[in-house]
């Protein structure tokens, strides 16, 4: 039953209340504690420092237009961070895949090798392109099955990397365009149509 009090008289806090608020004041306290020294909040004073983010030491200039090229001769390939030689070493059109080509089109193999020759060249299947005589642009066939399929890797000085590239596109001469780390052009490889 809760105390009664005569008219007119103040309130007082009574025990049971300064007891609840030291208590809350308690919890408040080594919940802030805890907070503070965790690893994963505040100030990060038990966190090992970031390194910071390395650039390379070399910026490569690209060229402004396109460098061209064609089938069994090393061309070179420029990024920021590199330079290297791409060299298509056979190009053959092929009827049959994994999953056939769409009517009217094929399969543009080609046995690709990118070589670095200084800095870092990132090789990436993104970077390929090829265009047909109509002006249309193909990416790399994923479902083709021509292996081993040009992977993505980052290669140094005297090291490189071939593989197969796969295009479906109608059947004529065709440019193979390969880009930079941005996506503009900088090395396009013509391609005559099936004989």
């Known amino acids: 039953m809760a105390e009664q009090r005569p008219p007119g008289t103040a309130s007082t806090f009574s025990t049971r209340w300064i007891l609840g608020i030291a208590a809350l004041v308690a919890i408040s306290l080594v919940g802030a504690v805890a907070f503070l020294t965790s690893p994963f909040a505040g100030t990060g004073a038990n966190r090992p420092a970031t390194p910071a983010p390395t650039t390379p030491a070399t910026a490569y200039a690209v060229p402004d237009a396109p460098v061209t090229g ?10 920021h961070t590199g330079r290297g030689t791409v060299t298509v070493h056979e190009a053959s059109w092929e009827t ?14 080609l046995d690709v090798e ?3 020759t200084e800095g870092t060249l990132a090789v990436n299947p993104l970077y390929l392109s ?14 083709s099955g021509y292996q081993p399929e040009l992977p993505e890797v980052v ?9 197969k590239a796969t295009f479906e596109v109608a ?13 503009n052009p900088i090395l396009q490889i013509t391609v005559d149509g099936p004989r």
Do not use: H
């Open 96 to 109: 049959r895949g994994t999953v056939p080509p769409a009517d009217g089109l094929r399969y543009l193999v």
């Open 171 to 183: 059947p004529g001469e065709t440019t193979v365009i390969f880009t930079e780390e941005l996506f």
């Open 114 to 116: 990118v070589a670095c």
């Open 155 to 163: 290669l140094e000085p005297g090291k490189a990397v071939r593989a």
């Open 70 to 79: 064609g089938v069994g001769k090393p061309v070179e390939w420029y990024q």
């Open 130 to 143: 090829a265009e047909d005589s109509r002006g249309n642009e193909a990416f790399l066939a994923q479902m």
